[in-house]
């Protein structure tokens, strides 16, 4: 044993070529060993969600740099590079990704693209929003400008998800998520978008709510044009449905006696409130110019066109404005038509007969008051009145055979006499009216169908 | 630690067998020895290595370097051991044979 001992004296010069060994052996595993050791620390963080991973490996010490989205998650992830064998040291310079107070997310479009911002909770979520928003929105441009943070609430991917998905039914839009309170603004692409996202949004998740919805829906157009060459009045835009179509085309047929209603109205929902009852004074106004327009965009209403008399320019706007719905505005763009030249008493005559061939005045039932329907038709009546202004004409009131006759007698002088009424206040002088009524004692037609009775109610114009 | 092995079982048997060989040579070498203070003072430096290299006191690849240099010192220590083992009981049985003869 002692000679071992004096053996182990002789064992140094072994450490020259052992340490030539060593620089060898350094040389070439280092950078081998380096790279081996980043692989197997990069597969030991595959599973856990981090976000900027950086791995950097000195000899056997690995550097690790990432944001962790939870204290778990960052402890979770160092363990796990610590298990990696043959890994030293670990230096951990990984961080908590911020928190966000409030969590904010956004997502706006404008006229080129859509863009995702504010927070997002998880690199995961952050691309399925992206995803959602390609999925929902086709070939517009997708700007992801989130950026990661914590503290988003529950199911805060399920509501943005959603949020995403009203974007496509806006035009531009901006939404906000703040914690769990939606802000929405913007324009609706279509009628009745504004109503479908308010919809859409009952189903965000429990504990979400719309703190401001602000979407704002194209104006709801309604036209009316008159065209005097083609007689007829062609009714484009919307309605509200089908029971409010059906009323205005009614209203119309009463109220253009002498045109034939073209139906192009289409029915959509977002009407404001009191479309209809707005709309048929509007197409009263209308039915009292001899040729123009009218145009309903929202709650405004502007009428254009000529009208028959000077009179009838102030009258159509009173009483367009008289009989509007609160909150709806009126424009009146009315001028007079040019008189039309005038006639000696037998042409006038034929052309009040002509006039009354094409329909009957209105009175509201059992009474002298004229319908409002009527109102294009005496317009026509004064205006071919002025044509011959100086031909003296008995207006003659007629009713049906129901009732006793001199009921039936007083309700006909009554009602020639607010026909005249009309025709004074219109300009024309009163010395050239008589009101006359004759009962139901000269029916053209049998009392004893409807028809028949419909017939029997009339005015006549005698011109003298 | 059994990584590093697996890993660099190649130098490190490359490094046994240089001191095998080492203690082979070592047993019937004339030249002088290191004194025992020396040998204390490679010893105590040994040790001073190793306690580093324990606490992992130098970082990166530089302390990849002493551990790998730890390794090889310790294989190849290891290594001649046997090395002179065997070669003393040669010598010793040939010097056995020689008187006999």
Known sequence: MRRFFQWTHKWWPGLVPLAVLWVAALWSTTAPLERELAARAGQALEGNVLDQTQLGVSGRDLTFAAAAFSREGRQSAVAAIEAVPGIRLVIDESRLVPEARPFVWTVERDVVRVTLGGNAPLPAIRARL??????????????????LARGAPARFDAAASLLIEQVAKLKDARISL??????????????????????ALKGLPPGYSVAANVIQAPPYVFQANKDPVADTV?????????????????????????????????TSIGAPAGFVAAA???????????????????REITVTGDALYAAAVTDIRLNLLSHLPKDWRAKTEITVRPAVGPVDATVCQDLLMQLMGKAAIRFESGDATIDRDSAGLLDRVVETA?????APIDVIGHTDAEGEEPANQLLSERRAQAVVDYLVKAGLPPERFTALGAGSLRPVASNATVEGRAQNRRIEFVVR | MSFLLTYLWGWLAAAWF??????????????????????????????????????????????????????MLAAYVIGCVPGAWLRGKVVARNLRRSARA
């Open chain 2, 18 to 71: 240089l001191g095998f060989a080492m203690g082979w040579i070592s047993v019937v070498s004339h030249g002088r020895g290191l004194s025992r203070a020396t040998l204390q003072q490679a010893l105590l430096l040994a040790v001073a290595l190793l306690a580093l290299a324990a606490v992992q006191a130098v970082p990166g690849r530089a302390g990849y370097g002493l551990d790998l240099a730890l390794l």
């Open chain 1, 386 to 390: 002025m044509r011959c202004p100086s």
């Open chain 1, 178 to 199: 703040s914690d769990t309170a939606v802000k929405l603004s913007g324009m609706a692409r279509e009628l009745g978008g504004r109503e479908a996202i308010a919809a």
């Open chain 1, 280 to 298: 048929i004074p509007a197409l009263e106004a209308l039915s009292r110019v001899s040729t123009g327009s009218l145009v309903i965009s929202d």
């Open chain 1, 234 to 266: 062609t009714l484009t835009g919307n309605v509200p449905d089908d029971t409010a179509k059906d009323h205005i085309i009614a209203a119309a047929g009463r109220k253009f006696f002498n045109e034939k209603v073209v139906d192009q109205l289409r």
């Open chain 1, 130 to 147: 992206v995803e959602t928003a390609r999925a929902s929105l086709g070939e517009v441009e997708i700007a992801d400008h989130m950026r």
